[in-house]
Nanobody, 117 residues
Framework: QVQLVESGGGLVQAGGSLRLSCAAS????????VGWYRQGSGNQRELVAR???????NYVDSVKGRFAISLDNAKNTVFLQMNSLKPEDTAVYYC???????????WGQGIQVTVSS
């Protein structure tokens, strides 16, 4: 079994910062092609940030310059540093990773981020 445990969400005022973490454990050795998605109320799940197998991060336009995704391979942990948060960033955030050994994808359980105005 593989577990993805997300942490770091919560309530923050506009302009504030949060750092999300997603730790992979269990029967998974190396993760790659990692990403963070979010789903706001009444919206579809959207890709926020991703690091492809080439190691290059990509971001949706609405978070460029404010969010930063990073990967700690030694700890199989993905981070999302979120700065200058806006109320429209309010959503449930999900991490997604691929297992390099079999290319199977896994989702985190989701974590709430609420930005007050």
């Amino acid at each position: 079994q593989v577990q993805l445990v997300e942490s770091g969400g919560g309530l923050v005022q506009a302009g504030g910062s949060l750092r999300l973490s997603c730790a992979a454990s269990g029967s998974i050795r190396t993760i790659y092609a990692v990403g963070w998605y979010r789903q706001g109320s009444g919206n579809q799940r959207e890709l926020v940030a991703r690091i492809g197998d080439d190691g290059i991060p990509n971001y949706v336009d609405s978070v460029k310059g404010r969010f930063a995704i990073s990967l700690d391979n030694a700890k199989n942990t993905v981070f999302l540093q979120m700065n200058s948060l806006k109320p429209e960033d309010t959503a449930v955030y999900y991490c997604h990773v691929l297992d390099r050994s079999n290319h199977v994808g896994y989702w985190g359980q989701g974590i709430q981020v609420t930005v007050s105005s």
